[in-house]
């Protein structure tokens, strides 16, 4: 019996541990600039180099059209392209086993708009 009520609390336990993706978060950039785009199944975006440190030469990742903010997040990326750049940074994760240019994705952006 201590064994079986053993079992049952250590898979409990394992069942109400949360399981959280890490996100990465890219440096402050003045000008968060989008100097290449490309489509196909996502959106590869490439900005300016050092704003995704560890994705694709240090400057690029995917945004996938299954995320849940896509439409939202394409409308910035949009947005950045048009205006030539907005101070702020890129939120991705790494892709596990990732390569080229599926080597992260992109969750998200901190833009700081300057006031006017």
């Given at each position: 019996?201590?064994?079986?009520?053993?079992?049952?609390?250590?898979?409990?336990?394992?069942?109400?541990?949360?399981?959280?993706?890490?996100?990465?978060?890219?440096?402050?950039?003045?000008?968060?600039?989008?100097?290449?785009?490309?489509?196909?199944?996502?959106?590869?975006?490439?900005?300016?180099?050092?704003a995704?440190?560890?994705?694709?030469?240090?400057?690029?990742?995917?945004?996938?059209?299954?995320?849940?903010?896509f439409?939202?997040?394409?409308s910035?990326?949009?947005?950045?392209?048009?205006?030539?750049?907005?101070?702020?940074?890129?939120?991705?994760?790494?892709?596990?086993?990732?390569?080229?240019?599926?080597?992260?994705?992109?969750?998200?952006?901190?833009?700081?708009?300057?006031?006017?």
């Amino acid at each position: 019996m201590k064994k079986y009520s053993f079992n049952v609390l250590v898979v409990l336990t394992l069942l109400m541990t949360p399981v959280f993706a890490s996100a990465a978060t890219g440096p402050v950039m003045d000008k968060l600039k989008i100097t290449y785009m490309y489509t196909d199944s996502s959106i590869y975006i490439a900005f300016e180099s050092g704003a995704l440190p560890g994705c694709y030469q240090d400057k690029g990742a995917r945004l996938y059209s299954d995320h849940v903010l896509f439409d939202q997040l394409y409308s910035q990326v949009l947005t950045m392209s048009a205006i030539g750049g907005i101070k702020g940074q890129v939120i991705y994760e790494e892709i596990s086993g990732g390569s080229g240019w599926s080597t992260c994705r992109i969750l998200g952006f901190a833009l700081q708009p300057s006031p006017v």
